[in-house]
């Protein structure tokens, strides 16, 4: 299984930036993230057939996470970034539901998300 992340960057707070992750399988899918000096923490999830979206609450109604499985990619739109956004994001994926509780056992490479102005 590989995953191929990409679209991080530098934006200012309040801007909007979209991750793209690019999967080798239709499994489930999730965003990760982890900031300077802090553990990783579930951001998004989303089932293999675009159903059973999750989102951390520090993220709701801000971030929206959606995939396209003709071209097996899945996004996460990030809007009204803040600087506590910032943070080294990840996707990842599983056969099994992503929770929060079971670490998935295939992970892309992370893309930095640097929020400031």
């Known amino acids: 299984v590989q995953l191929q992340a990409s679209g991080g960057g530098l934006v200012q707070p309040g801007g909007s930036l979209r991750l793209s992750c690019e999967a080798s399988v239709r499994y489930n899918m999730g965003w990760f993230r982890q900031a300077p000096g802090k553990e990783r923490e579930f951001v998004a999830s989303i089932g293999w057939n675009g159903g059973n979206i999750a989102c951390a609450d520090s993220v709701k109604g801000r971030f929206v996470i959606s995939r396209d499985n003709a071209k097996n990619t899945v996004f996460l739109q990030m809007s009204s970034l803040k600087p506590e956004d910032t943070a080294v994001y990840y996707c990842?994926?599983?056969?099994?539901?992503?929770?929060?509780?079971?670490?998935?056992?295939?992970w892309g490479q992370g893309t930095l998300v640097t929020v400031s102005s």
């Open positions: 990842a994926a599983d056969w099994r539901p992503i929770i929060t509780t079971r670490v998935p056992p295939y």
